[in-house]
């Protein structure tokens, strides 16, 4: 149990262009949701806290008008890079809590690349 | 001060010896601690996780916690060169998301 889907696992997109990434619990239902960035030989940082039927809070430094987060139901969440550039080169990860224990489960990761 | 620290290695072991991965938190409210590993390119995955001081074993895991020192680690015994990974550890500071260390990487040499 606590499968988080991400999807997709990896993508390409030209600079200037929008990428959505989607994070689906599977057999549980998330009224929150994480989404992590992580560059090369770095650790996770927090982007933004995904809340089902509001608006979503972004971390300092994390521009809102730049990842646009939706949590429309209580098992998907939606991130989008909008107008992608190279630096958001990187890889976006989703987390949610399973409320049957302690563990945070993550989706597989997108690896987006801007070209 | 990080909020969470770790050595960021790499820690190499022989293939059958304990490893014993460190890490210091800072905010003494902190509840909940948990150890992830990641492979490379992928995603992490929960290994334990553990809440009261003392030591909490899981096969060939045990991860230890000592809220007076503010001190977590977690040993890996009869290391396999399958355990060469980065290891994060994590913290529940109550603001909801786990705040992250900056990982261990661990080399197991067959």
């Known amino acids: 149990g606590a499968v988080v889907s991400q999807h997709p696992s990896w993508v390409i997109c030209k600079s200037g262009t929008s990428v959505k990434i989607e994070c689906r619990s599977l057999?549980?239902?998330?009224?929150?949701m994480f989404w992590y960035r992580q560059f090369p030989k770095q650790s996770l940082m927090l982007m933004a806290t995904?809340?089902?039927?509001?608006?979503?809070?972004?971390e300092q430094g994390v521009e809102k008008d730049k990842f646009l987060i939706n949590h429309a139901s209580l098992t998907l969440s939606t991130l989008t890079v909008t107008s992608a550039h190279p630096e958001d080169s990187s890889f976006y990860i989703c987390?949610?809590?399973?409320?049957?224990?302690?563990?945070?489960?993550f989706g597989s990761g997108t690896r987006l690349t801007v070209v | 001060q990080k909020e969470v620290e770790q050595n960021s290695g790499p820690l190499s072991v022989p293939e059958g010896a304990i490893a014993s991965l460190n890490c210091t938190y800072s905010?003494?409210?902190?509840?909940?601690f948990f150890w992830y590993r990641q492979y490379s390119g992928k995603s992490p995955e929960l290994i334990m996780f553990?809440?009261?001081?003392g030591d909490k074993e899981d096969g060939r895991f045990t991860a230890q916690l000592n809220k007076a020192s503010q001190y977590v680690s977690l040993l890996i015994r009869d290391s396999q060169p399958s355990d060469s990974a980065t290891y994060l550890c994590?913290?529940?500071?109550?603001?909801?998301?786990?705040?992250f260390g900056s990982g261990t990487r661990l080399q197991v040499q067959p």
């Open positions: 987390s949610a809590r399973h409320q049957g224990d302690y563990g945070y489960t």
């Open positions: 057999d549980f239902q998330a009224t929150t």
């Open positions: 553990i809440y009261s001081n």
């Open positions: 905010d003494r409210g902190s509840q909940s």
């Open positions: 994590a913290v529940d500071t109550g603001r909801r998301a786990l705040t």
């Open positions: 995904s809340n089902e039927g509001s608006k979503a809070t972004y």
